[in-house]
């Protein structure tokens, strides 16, 4: 993927990047047909975030429908260049386990796992994580500013686009950016 964004820059192309966690939906597409306005190619990132849900979590009931999401993306105008589906994000080290949700039966564990097996460098927004959904989910912005800044590091977008429907979410990979002066022209 990295090599991929390193052609295109070189090329003077800008890479529009929507991150998704799959099962796209007309949010998502609007968000793609939103970058065509801003980018001369778009990578589309499907990944379930392990590092979003929580051990009492069930990962493994997400929803996920691969192949429909490429038929939905081959339907946008102007479609997308590259659909990044990496298997996993983490590093669990040597001796963790590692499995996670490719919606084909694998068996699925959160990364946060409990006897200390699990990811364990995290990017977090501190005071923005607490409350509201921080509450209820306490590991899921870590989770999510966590694999946002991977994706940022792996695809080095220079336009990315996200829904506001969580806002909260929003707001942290707003400060993320700020913070680790992420070069985007446009978020």
């Known amino acids: 993927m990295r090599n991929w964004s390193r052609a295109m820059r070189?090329?003077?192309?800008?890479?529009?990047?929507?991150?998704t966690m799959g099962y796209l939906h007309d949010g998502h597409l609007s968000l793609i047909r939103e970058a065509h306005d801003h980018s001369d190619v778009i990578v589309v990132s499907i990944y379930v975030n392990p590092?979003?849900?929580s051990p009492t979590e069930d990962l493994s009931t997400y929803p996920?429908?691969?192949?429909?999401?490429?038929q939905k993306l081959r339907a946008v105008p102007g479609g997308v260049d590259v659909v990044f589906n990496p298997h996993n994000l983490y590093d669990y080290g040597t001796n963790r386990r590692s499995s996670v949700s490719n919606g084909e039966g694998a068996k699925?564990?959160?990364c946060v796992e409990e006897k200390g097996l699990g990811h364990e460098t995290w990017v977090r927004v501190e005071t923005l994580e607490k409350g509201l959904c921080g509450k209820s989910r306490p590991v899921f912005f870590?989770?999510?500013?966590t694999v946002v800044t991977k994706l940022f590091n792996i695809v080095d977008p220079d336009v990315a686009l996200f829904g506001k429907k969580d806002y909260q979410q929003w707001r942290i990979i707003q400060r993320l950016v700020s913070v680790f002066s992420v070069h985007l022209i446009r978020l």
Do not use: E, W, Y
């Open 10 to 19: 070189s090329q003077g192309k800008t890479i529009g990047l929507v991150p």
């Open 51 to 53: 590092g979003q849900f």
């Open 64 to 70: 996920s429908d691969f192949l429909g999401d490429i």
């Open 108 to 110: 699925s564990v959160s």
């Open 142 to 145: 870590r989770g999510g500013a």
